[in-house]
């Protein structure tokens, strides 16, 4: 499936600058050792979602979503939704993120003739997948 076809959605608001996004869980273990075998296995104590999206540097979007809020202590959460709906696929993915929470927010990074770009981590707390893209 090719990214082309990928959109983002922030608390229902479609957001068209988005050029890119990824977001996954990594699995927190701890090492096991057994009696009987060489090798050291583990068991999983927790999950951690992290994520990130691109945008195109076209509106205040993020400053005005975050900006007085986190320098106020407050912790804003959103729903972020991806969908990546590739017309040569066999159907649309479309993954909902829950309790999403920004890490930071780049007020101003630019340099001449360059097409301005702002990278936004996040961690996230659940996600449900919405939309499946089937086997062929």
Not at 71 to 79: E, I, M, V
Request: charge should be negative; proline fraction near 1%; charged fraction near 30%.
């Amino acid at each position: 499936m090719s990214g082309t076809w990928g959109e983002v959605w922030l608390d229902g608001d479609y957001v068209g600058e988005c050029y890119k996004c990824q977001a996954k869980w990594s699995v927190n273990k701890d090492e096991i050792s057994l009696a009987g075998q060489m090798a050291v296995d583990t068991k999983a104590k927790s999950i951690k979602g992290t994520g990130s999206i691109g945008l195109h540097k076209v509106s205040s979007r993020m400053a005005t979503k975050i900006g007085d809020a986190i320098q106020s202590g407050k912790d804003l959460r959103f729903t972020l939704i991806s969908k990546l709906d590739d017309p040569d696929a066999n159907g649309a993915e479309r993954i909902a993120y829950y309790n999403v929470s920004f890490d930071d927010l780049t007020l101003a990074d630019w340099e001449v003739a360059v097409i301005g770009k702002v990278e936004c981590p996040f961690t996230f707390t659940k996600s449900k997948l919405l939309d499946a893209a089937e086997d062929r």
